[in-house]
């Protein structure tokens, strides 16, 4: 939310300062300029993307709105880790199985319904767990595998980023094309009133205008917006890498999901106290629920 106020800042602070120095509103409204440009940056965008990354970068785009990986987010998450650990430690690993192979079934993940809507995250922790689970791969060789799956999510999503970015280095180089044709437009009236040549000295004015403003008040800083977007969405993955290699160690519940809350960034990062009473509520949840099922049964 907080760019979509950035962007009405920048765009109310262009027409306030051009209307206090004596400008007028309608020069701006170019139509043809306007067409040059977007044209021109749509097309660049279409040529230089696959399907998939368009859909990715509308996505992320529409992301913007959201409000990311919070505090309680990270604690929930956290939080999810330890009773899965410790479901492990009280009933073996292989207890975790059903948990793994159908968590849109599982009683303990469906309390998170944020993680599971996060369907890259819920891919890459059932696909760790199962290498955990089924065994003969060593701490060293999990890492390794680990620390590729995050690699190779991470640059397929920083491409969306990246196409945008180049599209705003190219908005400026639009807006002279949109200028060029503008003042060829003016060379044909040349013979005119001064008025009417004035107007469409202008207008072709109006396109390097546009194309600058574009691209240095709205394109780019989008572009360094979804970027870190993308750097916050990594660490919540390796959040779960460190938790998981840490239980993969043989570290105690509480243990191992500690080493995930010290990767997490300070500035939603729950303090230890908070996740261990977290964690303790969980637990006597997880008990209590478990003896009504025993005294229904």
């Known amino acids: 939310m907080i760019a979509l106020i950035g962007f009405v800042v920048v765009l109310v602070a262009v027409i306030v300062g051009f209307v206090f120095a004596g400008g007028h509103l309608m020069v701006l409204f170019q139509p043809a300029e306007y067409l040059i440009i977007s044209g021109c940056a749509i097309g660049m965008l279409l040529v230089?993307?696959?399907?998939?990354?368009?859909?990715?970068?509308?996505?992320?785009?529409?992301?913007?709105?959201?409000?990311?990986h919070s505090k309680e987010s990270y604690k929930n998450l956290?939080?999810?880790?330890?009773?899965?650990?410790?479901?492990?430690?009280r009933e073996g690993i292989i207890a975790l199985e059903g948990h793994v192979e159908n968590p849109e079934e599982s009683e303990i993940l469906t309390k998170y319904p944020d993680f599971?809507?996060?369907?890259?995250?819920?891919?890459f922790f059932s696909d760790t767990m199962r290498m955990i689970i089924s065994g003969g791969i060593s701490t060293y060789d999990l890492e390794a595998l680990i620390d590729e799956d995050i690699e190779t999510h991470h640059e397929e999503i920083s491409e969306p980023p990246m196409i945008l970015q180049k599209v705003g280095d190219a908005l400026p180089g639009f807006g002279i094309v949109a200028?060029?044709?503008?003042?060829?437009?003016?060379?044909?009236a040349i013979g005119g009133p001064p008025e009417e040549i004035g107007h469409k000295v202008a207008a072709a004015l109006v396109?390097?205008?546009?194309?600058?403003?574009?691209?240095?008040?709205?394109?780019q800083p989008l572009a360094t917006n979804l970027d870190s977007a993308n750097q916050s969405k990594a660490r919540y993955f390796v959040c779960i890498k460190q938790?998981?290699?840490?239980?993969?160690?043989?570290?105690?519940?509480?243990?191992?999901?500690?080493?995930?809350?010290?990767?997490?960034y300070n500035d939603v990062r729950p303090s230890f106290l908070e996740l261990e009473e977290a964690c303790r509520e969980a637990t006597r949840g997880g008990k209590q629920a478990?003896?009504?099922?025993e005294v229904n049964v």
């Open 116 to 123: 599971l809507a996060d369907h890259h995250a819920v891919s």
């Open 179 to 188: 200028a060029v044709l503008g003042v060829v437009v003016t060379m044909g």
């Open 243 to 264: 938790a998981l290699l840490g239980f993969f160690k043989g570290m105690a519940p509480s243990i191992a999901v500690e080493l995930g809350r010290r990767s997490i």
């Open 48 to 68: 230089s993307v696959s399907p998939k990354v368009l859909k990715e970068l509308i996505q992320q785009i529409l992301g913007i709105l959201g409000k990311g």
């Open 207 to 219: 396109g390097t205008f546009l194309g600058i403003l574009l691209s240095y008040g709205f394109v």
């Open 290 to 293: 478990k003896k009504q099922e």
């Open 78 to 89: 956290l939080v999810m880790l330890y009773e899965l650990f410790d479901v492990a430690r």
